[in-house]
């Protein structure tokens, strides 16, 4: 069965940089997407960036292009997120997703999630 497990959130200084990863078993690499998705008090899910596992293509929602970088190892079945240049607003739960083509950041398009790791942003 499909297992996503994130690991690597924290607590971090405004300007500092954290890595996100996502460890996955039972995901099917054909179409296989994955997407870092966020939530904080008070806003709506949103998505912050997405792989497509076989072709590494990837997307990034606008708050983040530049900072943000995601990536995968395939052989390790793992997918990252580095993040730096984080500021409060990236305070959030963030969850790992797995979901199939095509490449978006939109939860619909995401199956399966995982248990969220949270990241804290302090001025």
């Known amino acids: 069965q499909v297992q996503l497990v994130e690991s690597g959130g924290g607590s971090v200084q405004a300007g500092g940089s954290l890595r996100l990863s996502c460890q996955t078993s039972g995901v099917s690499y054909s179409r296989a997407c994955v997407g870092w998705f966020r939530q904080a008090p008070g806003k709506e899910r949103e998505g912050v960036a997405s792989?497509?596992?076989?072709?590494?293509?990837?997307v990034y929602a606008d708050s983040v292009k530049g900072r943000f970088t995601i990536s995968r190892d395939v052989a390790k079945n793992e997918v990252y997120l580095q993040m730096n240049s984080l500021n409060t607003e990236d305070t959030a739960m963030y969850y790992c997703?797995?979901?199939?083509?095509?490449?978006?950041?939109?939860?619909?398009?995401?199956?399966?999630w995982g248990q969220g790791t949270q990241v804290t942003v302090s001025s």
């Open positions: 997703a797995a979901g199939t083509l095509p490449l978006l950041l939109d939860a619909q398009g995401y199956y399966y």
């Open positions: 792989i497509y596992i076989r072709g590494g293509n990837t």
